[in-house]
């Protein structure tokens, strides 16, 4: 217990001047994150229920009130509310518990052993998002123990299977939305904070997803004889239909938030794509984009990655039937139906059946004009001058997706300031956090919490 000592410190001033009094908490963030890493939650199966406990206690310990739900043996979501006097609506720090499966062989600590090396905390989930749990855990601790009053209930919501099915955050809104539906805000994973080469760093706020869509292919016609050949085999068209898929771009659709965001990043890039839509104008550049440019393409444009294919048994066997899969992802506004009648425009042919298979829902996104986002532009700026803050469209997918539905404007904020070698840890081997931009975090993420929570 260490009361009092934060509040003072942000009484007294900056982030800065709060340094070395922010210690036994930064100390202790790193101590619980060695814990929860070696709580397993590998998906599948998840066995999140062990996660939920370890929060459990930690709130139960501070007298935080908060409720467990194993929805399925092993697998649970827990929700905790600190509150405010409540004159604003509350504000969700939402973190899945489950991590993806780790092979061990590829490792060269154990993914379950928290360990540090060379300052380096080692753990699948290190990075996504057992980091961004602890950090969110301890704000909450943080203003329980020290007793911060607040306009806002700040509510915890630790969430299974993110990683495979989201089948906890979908839970939880089936049966218990009434326990966080009347939030105005919620942060969570899906931006990210990185060096950039020009020394400065660049905070990522995810305002928005492109949402998947996935598609299968079906090609059929006459079997036979692999030494007669068949011209309109089912493996043939299938083929020619994926070749013609592979080969096409969507169009390009340049959305307000991504133009903002080359505008702010790119003086501070190599390419110095300051204005990309004068650029968007050269046909070099755009043809150049998928190859060269793949990173800044994704933002620009709907994608389609054919990932499976599938056909025959056997050397010599002619199949009558042929499948693909394919692994679209939809920019926010996109509809579903319209991009699979586009496709099956490119595909032309009407022996090739498209159908979706999984659809995740139109994707969605929040404003890059709330009181929250300010609040987080200010607070990154107190801690960091030189920072760069910028709204940003996450390729991948999000469960703010989810929450959005509800009316809550939800933001990707992973305030850990990480190079560009360690973020590529994320599901990879060896994924890891290191200490001091852990311990940097934590300050800044609790005077964005409270800072929101305290303004009228
Ligand atoms: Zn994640």
Known sequence: MVAGIVTAALLAGSIATAQTQWRPYQDESVSLLQRYLRIETQNPPGNEERAAQFFHELFDAAGIPNTIFEYTPGRANIIARWKGDGSRRPLILLNHVDTVRADSAQWRVSPFSGEIRDGEIYGRGALDMKSLGVLQAMTLLILARERIPLHRDIIFLGTADEEADDT??????????DLFRDAEYLLTEGGSAVMTASGRNLYRIGVGEKAPLWIKMTATGPGGHGSVPIPDSAPNRLVRAAARIADWQAPIHLLPAVERYFHTVAPFEENRLTDIAEALKDPEFLGSLPGKYSPYNVLLRSTVSVTMLEAGQQYNVIPDIATAKLDCRLLPGEDPQT????????????????????????????????????????????????????????????????????????YGFHPVVLSPEVLATKHGANERVPMKPLRDALPLLFDIVQKISSEK
């Open 168 to 177: 906890g955050s979908a839970w939880m809104i089936e049966h218990h939305a």
């Open 339 to 410: 991009f699979l009648t586009e496709l099956r425009k490119v595909v032309n042919d009407d022996r090739v059946r498209l159908e979706i298979a999984h659809e995740f829902g139109p994707a969605n996104s929040s404003s890059a004009d709330s009181q929250l986002f300010g609040v987080i532009e200010s607070s990154v700026h107190r801690q960091d001058s030189s920072a760069l803050v910028a709204a940003f469209l996450d390729q991948g997918y999000t469960e703010s997706q989810m929450y959005r539905k509800l009316g809550i404007a939800a």
